[in-house]
C-alpha cells in the first residue's frame, strides 16, 4: 500500500484515489473490473474496495463472514496480493491477524476488537480466504459474501475458477471485483468485456492507462510506447484488449463466428468430438447445415472423475433425438479408450487426420473460410480459442511450439471432430479421407 494512497487524519483514515480508481470505488455494480495498465494502482486499490465491502455486508454477529482474495498464481499471492492485504489489515487498520498454514486473514470483532480463534481451524468472527487459481478446490469450501480477484487475466486464471468463484457468492449475491491487466483474448474478453459492451448490467468494466497513478512518469510511459511492439503496449501499459502474436486461431473473430443458439433441424448430421482423459474429458458437438455446407458448434462439456460407462450414458441421453453420424475422438495411441466408448455404446473412432499440426490446419481453415461457427453458449470453447498460442522466443516471435497445450481439451476435441468435417456427404458420415 503506497504512501499516496493512505493517510492519516486524525484517528481517520483517508484514501488518496486516482480517477481511475475513484470510477470503480463508485461503481455500484455486482461485479466491477478494472483493467488497467501495469502499476496503474489496481493491487493497492484492492484491499479498500474489500474492506469496504465487509463493512457493507458483514453480519455484526459474526461467525459467517467469509470473503475471497484470489489471484493467478502463489508466486503472484506470495509476492503481491498478501503484502498489500496485511499493509491494510494487520499493519494499518490491526483489525486482521494472518494464519498462513491456513492462508487465512482473520477478521477481529469489531465491537471488541479481539480476534476470536485461538486455531486457524477455530471458529471467527469473519475470515479472509486466500487463494490463488491453481488451488482448484480450495474456492469450493465456503459461501462467501464478496471476493477480490487480482490478476484474473492471467492464463492460470481460468473460467472454471471465476465459476467456482461465482458459485461461492451465489447465495448471499455476493460482489466481486476484479483488477488485471489484459493478457489475452479469453474469457476475460469474452465472458465479461464483450458482455458488458453490450449492456449486461451484472457488470461494469473501467480501463486507464499507466499514468493515471501519479506516481506513474508519463514520460516513462511515452519511451515504452516508442519501444515495445503495440499488441504488448496496448495490453501492458493501456489495459486495452489486443491480439498477441503467435495465437493459434488468430482468424477466428467473435464478432463473425460467433452465432446465438437457434433450434437444429433433427436431421441435420452431427459429428461428435472426445478429448479423453481421466480428470478432464472434453466433447464437443457439431451439427452440419447442408444447405449453406456449414458447421455449428451446439454443444461442449469438460468433465472429470467418471468412467467411460458414464460418460457414454451422458452424451447418448444428450443425442437420442439427434441424427449423429459419427464420433472421432483421441490420439494414435489410445486406442483401449475408444474401445471402451464403443462397448459403452459409442464407436468412436481415430481421427482422420492424427497429427496435431495437420488437425489445427483443419480447423483453422474452416474458420478462415467462414464454414465454421460456435453458440455463444459454448463459453469453454471461446476462452480456449483466445488463449491458445504458441510461446514466443527470446526476440518475441512465435515459435513452433504450443504453450500450455496440455490445457486445451474442448480444441483438441475439436481437432478430433474437425478432422472428419469437410466433404461429408450429408447423412452418411463417409470422409473423403478414407
Not at 67 to 91: E, G, H
Not at 226 to 233: D, L, N, T, V, Y
Not at 245 to 266: A, M, S
Amino acid at each position: 500500500m503506497t504512501a499516496s494512497l493512505l493517510a492519516r487524519c486524525g484517528n481517520r483514515l483517508r484514501y488518496n484515489l486516482h480517477e481511475g480508481q475513484t470510477k470503480a470505488w463508485e461503481s455500484d455494480a455486482r461485479f466491477t473490473w478494472v483493467l488497467a495498465g501495469t502499476q496503474s494502482g489496481k493491487t493497492s486499490f484492492g484491499p479498500l474496495w474489500l474492506r469496504e465491502e465487509i463493512n457493507r455486508t458483514a453480519d455484526p454477529k459474526g461467525g459467517t463472514n467469509d470473503y475471497i482474495a484470489a489471484t493467478a498464481s502463489y508466486d503472484l499471492f506470495k509476492l503481491k496480493m498478501l503484502p498489500a492485504l496485511r499493509t491494510l489489515f494487520v499493519d494499518t487498520l490491526k483489525i486482521g491477524k494472518y494464519w498462513p498454514g491456513d492462508k487465512l486473514l482473520e477478521l477481529c470483532d469489531p465491537s471488541t476488537g479481539e480476534f476470536w480463534a485461538k486455531r486457524a481451524d477455530d471458529r471467527m468472527w469473519g475470515r479472509i480466504i486466500l487463494r490463488s487459481a491453481a488451488a482448484g478446490g480450495g474456492l469450493e469450501s465456503s459461501t462467501a459474501r464478496g471476493a477480490w480477484l487480482d490478476e484474473c487475466g492471467q492464463d492460470e486464471f481460468t473460467l472454471e475458477t471465476w465459476e467456482a468463484v461465482q458459485r461461492r457468492l451465489a447465495l448471499r449475491k455476493g460482489r466481486a471485483l476484479g483488477t488485471t491487466t489484459p493478457y489475452n483474448l479469453g474469457w476475460m474478453k469474452t465472458e465479461i468485456y464483450d458482455k458488458w459492451t453490450a449492456g449486461d448490467p451484472l457488470h461494469r468494466v473501467i480501463q486507464f492507462p499507466s499514468y493515471f497513478n501519479p506516481l506513474f512518469d508519463r514520460a516513462e510511459f511515452e519511451r515504452t510506447k516508442a519501444s515495445m511492439p503495440p499488441h504488448r503496449f496496448m495490453l501492458f501499459y493501456c489495459g486495452e484488449f489486443a491480439k498477441p502474436p503467435g495465437l493459434i486461431y488468430d482468424c477466428f473473430d467473435e464478432d463473425i463466428h460467433i452465432v446465438k443458439p437457434f433450434e437444429i433441424p433433427p436431421s441435420w448430421p452431427r459429428t461428435g468430438g472426445v478429448d479423453f482423459g481421466g480428470a478432464n474429458t472434453a466433447h464437443v458437438m457439431i451439427a452440419h447445415d447442408p444447405d449453406k455446407d456449414r458447421f455449428i458448434v451446439y454443444r461442449e462439456t469438460l468433465e472429470g472423475n467418471l468412467s467411460s460407462a458414464e460418460h457414454c450414458e451422458k452424451r447418448k441421453a444428450e443425442t437420442a433425438s439427434e441424427n449423429v453420424v459419427q464420433w472421432l475422438g483421441g490420439a494414435p495411441s489410445e486406442t483401449q479408450q475408444r474401445m471402451d466408448w464403443s462397448d459403452a455404446g459409442i464407436p468412436v473412432m481415430q481421427p482422420y487426420i492424427a497429427d496435431v499440426e495437420g488437425g489445427i490446419d483443419r480447423v483453422y481453415a474452416l474458420f478462415k473460410t467462414k464454414r465454421l461457427f460456435v453458440f455463444n453458449t459454448c463459453t469453454g470453447l471461446r476462452d480456449e480459442l483466445g488463449t491458445y498460442k504458441r510461446k514466443l522466443d527470446d526476440s518475441g516471435q512465435p515459435t513452433d511450439e504450443i504453450q500450455d497445450k496440455r490445457k486445451f481439451h474442448r480444441l483438441d476435441a475439436l481437432r478430433y471432430a474437425c478432422s472428419g468435417l469437410t466433404g461429408m456427404e450429408v447423412g452418411t458420415g463417409e470422409n473423403p479421407w478414407t
